[in-house]
């Protein structure tokens, strides 16, 4: 990997900026360090661990709603255990890769997949216990959101890296909108699991949006786990109900 690419491979907002020639104005936004070979293995590590969780996840999913869920809980948990694997699929491989392109690449598909995870959680919280005008009014807005944002990733991705953690919390936290269905709706306990899992997710974004600590971004790999494992916990209670 060349000097200049490196000089402004780690953005503010937490991500990488590849293949970017290292000029006074860029530089200006740009972290003072780029991640070494350690942090970026560890990085790679702790989402591989994701992966294969969210693999043997997705294979639950189908084996329960298959055995004796309704079509709702069939789509709406598939896409959620979908949304998992892509997410931590490709931020496992965009951390591990080394030639340039294609980690440009992986680095596009790496936030794609978060939009597409936010979207993916809402899925099965729409289709299953908030079924009707208001869960599909949720879905629609989850999904047309992350196509927007996926859609403007690809077209303008490096003019629009500091907007991205704004659009995460956004999307994430859009479904207090209909909290008031959510409690009357779901039991004590997975609303506690939602919750602690947007908490993790939340407190890890200060480590997503931070600069200048090492291993900030294992760290933000930590809590997104933590998070999904919370989330995970929430979407199994919906198909298969499980004592608090």
């Known amino acids: 990997?060349?000097?200049?690419?490196?000089?402004?491979?780690?953005?503010?907002?937490?991500?990488?900026?590849?293949?970017v020639p290292a000029t006074p104005a860029l530089d200006r936004r740009a972290?003072?360090?780029?991640?070494?070979?350690?942090?970026?293995?560890?990085?790679?590590?702790?989402?591989?661990?994701?992966?294969?969780?969210s693999l043997a996840g997705l294979y639950a999913?189908?084996?329960?709603?298959?055995?004796?869920?309704s079509s709702e809980q069939a789509i709406g948990c598939v896409t959620y255990g979908g949304s998992l694997v892509l997410l931590y699929a490709a931020s496992t491989l965009?951390?591990?890769?080394?030639?340039?392109?294609?980690?440009?690449f992986l680095l596009v598909l790496d936030h794609i997949g978060i939009y597409t995870l936010i979207a993916g959680s809402y899925t099965p919280l729409a289709l299953i216990p908030l079924h009707g005008p208001r869960g599909w009014a949720l879905l629609v807005l989850a999904w047309g959101s992350a196509l927007v944002g996926s859609v403007a990733k690809v077209l303008r991705f490096d003019?629009?890296?500091?907007?991205?953690?704004?659009?995460?919390?956004?999307?994430?936290?859009m479904g207090l909108a209909v909290f008031g269905q959510i409690l009357a709706t779901l039991s004590r306990g997975e609303?506690?699991?939602?919750?602690?899992?947007?908490?993790?997710?939340?407190?890890?974004?200060?480590?997503?949006?931070?600069?200048?600590r090492r291993f900030h971004h294992t760290i933000w790999h930590l809590f997104v786990l933590a998070g999904s494992i919370c989330h995970y916990r929430a979407v199994i209670g919906y198909v298969m109900p499980i004592p608090a």
């Open 1 to 19: 990997m060349s000097t200049a690419t490196r000089q402004l491979m780690e953005h503010p907002a937490g991500v990488y900026r590849l293949g």
């Open 159 to 173: 003019r629009l890296q500091e907007d991205s953690p704004l659009a995460y919390v956004a999307m994430s936290w």
């Open 61 to 69: 999913l189908v084996v329960i709603t298959g055995r004796s869920g």
């Open 31 to 53: 972290a003072p360090r780029a991640p070494d070979r350690v942090e970026e293995l560890a990085n790679s590590l702790t989402h591989g661990v994701g992966l294969v969780l």
């Open 191 to 212: 609303v506690l699991w939602l919750l602690g899992g947007g908490g993790f997710y939340m407190v890890g974004l200060f480590f997503f949006i931070t600069d200048d």
């Open 94 to 104: 965009y951390h591990g890769w080394r030639d340039d392109e294609t980690k440009r």
